[in-house]
């Protein structure tokens, strides 16, 4: 399976930013249309952006116009740039493949924690 590593997470106050990062390995990355999702502590994961070969773009409705996907193929790695921060954004972030998953194996992801 495809391995991929998140970074970027952290503890924020409410308002700040954070840039998280998906490295992944393998040579067939620039193939895929990649999705970041999170998860909280007793619910659900949901997808919060997407981001498709030709560097289209979308968002679930709770961060658009705070949150940003890019891609960068050269380097295996996808971001999600994340601005005006809210508490109700904690939780885990992980990267995956869109609509098809990469991975069925989802990790560690990393952890964002926004406080006062």
């Known amino acids: 399976q495809v391995q991929l590593v998140e970074s970027g997470g952290g503890l924020v106050q409410p308002g700040g930013s954070l840039r998280l990062s998906c490295a992944a390995s393998?040579?067939?990355?620039?193939?895929?249309?990649m999705g970041w999702y999170r998860q909280a502590p007793g619910k659900q994961r949901e997808l919060v952006a997407t981001i498709t070969t030709g560097g289209s773009t979308n968002y679930a409705d709770s961060v658009k116009g705070r949150f940003t996907i890019s891609r960068d193929n050269a380097k295996k790695t996808v971001y999600l740039q994340m601005n005006s921060l809210k508490p109700e954004d904690t939780a885990v972030y992980y990267c995956?493949?869109?609509?098809?998953?990469?991975?069925?194996?989802w990790g560690q992801g990393t952890q964002v924690t926004v406080s006062s």
């Open positions: 995956n493949g869109w609509p098809k998953l990469l991975r069925n194996y």
């Open positions: 393998g040579s067939i990355f620039s193939i895929y249309a």
